[in-house]
């Protein structure tokens, strides 16, 4: 998680919602890392997780990443937990709970869904002060 919240940190300077995700393997290595880049280059999709996901898969040469654990400073919304699904990641660690968007505590549940073909253990809460701290200090300081 410390690694997450470096790269929810590098987020904010850049102007972006202080979103961090790692994705590493089974034996605890990093295999990516990456921060949200939704508003540089503009891009929707440009979540921390969809883009650690697709480093990961481009390191491992797999869509499928059956091994990996995703650590995450937020709990993902909707489109970031489908393809934690797709990916078939193994374990989802996140820090800050999100009532509003998130799909996995909150919301949809997606994981919870019949229809959802792969479920990952999921463990909520971890650093969850510190991520849920950059997350109020980068929206203050727009408000």
């Known amino acids: 998680m410390a690694i997450a ?24 290595r990093v295999i990516a890392r990456a921060h949200n880049r939704v508003e540089s280059p ?6 921390a997780e969809i883009l650690a996901l697709r480093a990961a898969a481009e390191v491992l040469g797999s869509p499928r990443l059956t091994e990996c654990d995703l650590v995450v400073t937020l709990e993902p919304c909707a489109m970031c937990a489908q ?5 078939r990641i193994r374990r989802l660690v996140f820090g800050a ?33 510190a991520a849920s701290a950059l997350l109020k200090a980068f929206f203050a300081a727009r408000r």
Do not use: M, N, W
């Not at 919240?5 to 605890?28: H, I, K, S």
């Not at 503009?42 to 979540?47: K, L, R, V, Y």
């Not at 996995?104 to 971890?126: I, K, M, N």
């Open 97 to 129: 709970y999100d009532p509003k968007g998130g799909a996995v505590e909150h919301g949809p549940r997606l994981f919870s869904q019949p229809t959802c073909h792969h479920r990952p253990e999921v463990v909520g809460g971890v650093e969850e002060t």
């Open 42 to 47: 503009p891009d929707p999709a440009g979540h």
């Open 83 to 87: 393809a934690i699904a797709h990916a």
């Open 5 to 28: 919240l470096e790269q929810a940190r590098r987020a904010a300077t850049v102007g972006e919602v202080p979103v961090g995700a790692v994705v590493v393997d089974a034996a605890g």
